[in-house]
């Protein structure tokens, strides 16, 4: 499938800022089974990992809160395939799309590098992930945010992108 690149414009960011799934303040709380979970954000993936998590994939690039922190050394120990992937802050490249759409074809544990920006891959593991994976992100100042992959949930996202589009 061809993708084009994608831009967030104005209209949808405040749309962004609601949670698009249940709100968690401690990952801990979260009841999944790690080989259906998607990890995307450092603090969040930092945290799945110390609480013993494995997910299927954590996407990450080296910020929190937009600030550079470099990557954990718990993130650097995740015993997974690593790729990296060029995205810029507020766009969704098409090669996020195809990189995700190979992890989602495999079995395999991957980490997933962001040269750029992270937070708009939850879109895209929202749209690729298999139904009933478990896509968990950061929402700050509340905690994280845990989004089962539904039929439902793929429109709402498939929607979004359109507007991106």
Same mark, same amino acid.
């Given at each position: 499938?061809?993708?084009?690149?994608?831009? %967030?414009?104005?209209? /949808?960011?405040? *749309?962004? @800022?609601?949670? /698009? *799934?249940?709100?968690?303040?401690?990952i801990r709380d979260l009841r999944v089974e790690s080989d259906n979970l998607v990890c995307v954000g450092d603090r969040v993936s930092q945290d799945a990992?110390?609480?013993?998590?494995?997910?299927?994939?954590?996407?990450?690039? *080296?910020?929190?809160?937009? @600030?550079?922190?470099?990557?954990?050394?718990?993130?650097?120990?995740? @015993?997974? @395939?690593?790729?990296?992937?060029?995205?810029?802050?507020?766009l969704l490249t098409p090669e996020v799309f195809r990189v995700l759409g190979e992890v989602f074809d495999s079995d395999e544990k991957y980490k997933l590098?962001?040269?750029?920006?992270?937070?708009?891959?939850?879109?895209?593991?929202?749209? %690729?992930?298999?139904?009933?994976?478990?896509?968990?992100?950061?929402?700050?100042?509340?905690? %994280?945010?845990?989004?089962?992959?539904?039929? *439902?949930?793929?429109?709402?996202?498939?929607?979004?992108?359109?507007?991106?589009?």
């Amino acid at each position: 499938m061809e993708y084009k690149i994608l831009r %967030l414009p104005p209209s /949808l960011r405040k *749309g962004l @800022k609601k949670p /698009l *799934g249940e709100v968690f303040c401690d990952i801990r709380d979260l009841r999944v089974e790690s080989d259906n979970l998607v990890c995307v954000g450092d603090r969040v993936s930092q945290d799945a990992l110390e609480a013993g998590f494995y997910p299927w994939l954590i996407v990450y690039d *080296g910020r929190i809160k937009r @600030k550079y922190v470099g990557v954990s050394s718990v993130i650097e120990q995740f @015993k997974a @395939k690593l790729l990296e992937v060029k995205n810029p802050a507020g766009l969704l490249t098409p090669e996020v799309f195809r990189v995700l759409g190979e992890v989602f074809d495999s079995d395999e544990k991957y980490k997933l590098y962001i040269d750029g920006e992270e937070d708009l891959v939850t879109l895209v593991a929202i749209k %690729l992930a298999p139904l009933g994976s478990v896509v968990v992100y950061g929402q700050p100042g509340e905690g %994280l945010v845990a989004v089962e992959v539904t039929e *439902g949930m793929r429109v709402k996202v498939n929607n979004m992108m359109e507007r991106m589009g």
